[in-house]
């Protein structure tokens, strides 16, 4: 991948953070998006920079269709070029159904299934010009088996995974590759809240009896973005330690 250049949406922390970096080590300049952790971008971007890549922090919210256009274009004019989309920027806002509000389930739809529409329909163009690029989508276990209290996040990643489909369907024929992760209980933000008790009682349920890495996420997602992976499309690697095991 050395030379090539990427997007990251929402990596100043956790996964997507794991990923720009390791995107950065095989030799790619990475942008990536971030909402509120400017300090967090920052940081990023001199890790970046570490490895001898540009870097190019964008405080976008995915949200916003005409902001994920301005993202593209700045990342081609900073790298005059663009290879790689990583759709990672997520939200949860979990509780049960019949406490859910419509912000609830808007919010999180919005963010995690209009974000990566809106990232990958502005990105795609400049793939079909060039007749090659590749997509990796984040998606979640939650998506593929569905977990209690997460309608509006589940039904969200499992759209991801059927956008990821269709879409490696579509652009095929054009050099172009689209495919999907789908983590389950990895160390970040979201498990670090929880009591270490409750934190027990999930590592109990993976038949690896520990919580993944934001590393061991990168590692599949650069796998899919890399040569090597040139016959694969359209696929969901789950990286769950076993807990869904199918």
């Keep these: 991948m050395k030379d090539k250049a990427a997007i990251v949406t ?136 569905g977990l209690s209290r997460q309608v509006n996040y589940a039904a969200s990643k499992a759209g991801i995974i059927g956008f990821t489909k269709s879409l490696a369907k579509e652009v095929a024929a054009y050099n172009i590759r689209v495919n999907a992760v789908a983590p389950g209980f990895i160390e970040t933000d979201m498990l670090s809240g929880l009591k270490e008790e409750y934190k027990d009682e999930l590592k109990k349920k993976v038949p690896l009896a520990r919580f993944g890495k934001p590393e061991e996420v990168a590692a599949a997602v650069k796998f899919l973005l890399s040569d090597e992976a040139g016959f694969i499309t359209g696929q969901t690697i789950i990286i769950d330690g076993g807990l869904f095991i199918q």
């Design 10 to 145: 929402g990596a100043a922390r956790g996964i997507g953070r794991a990923i720009a970096l390791e995107l950065a080590k095989e030799g790619c300049d990475v942008a990536f998006t971030y909402l509120k952790s400017s300090k967090e971008a920052q940081e990023l971007c001199a890790e970046i920079e570490k490895t001898g890549r540009k870097a190019l922090a964008l405080q976008i919210d995915v949200r916003d269709f005409d902001k994920s256009k301005e993202m593209v274009e700045k990342a081609k004019q900073e790298f005059g070029r663009l290879d790689i989309l990583v759709n990672n920027a997520g939200v949860t806002r979990d509780k049960a159904l019949m406490m859910m509000t419509k912000d609830d389930w808007q919010e999180v739809i919005d963010t995690n299934l209009t974000g990566t529409f809106n990232a990958s329909r502005n990105a795609i163009i400049t793939f079909l010009k060039q007749k090659s690029g590749s997509i990796v989508n984040v998606s979640s276990v939650s998506g593929v088996a």
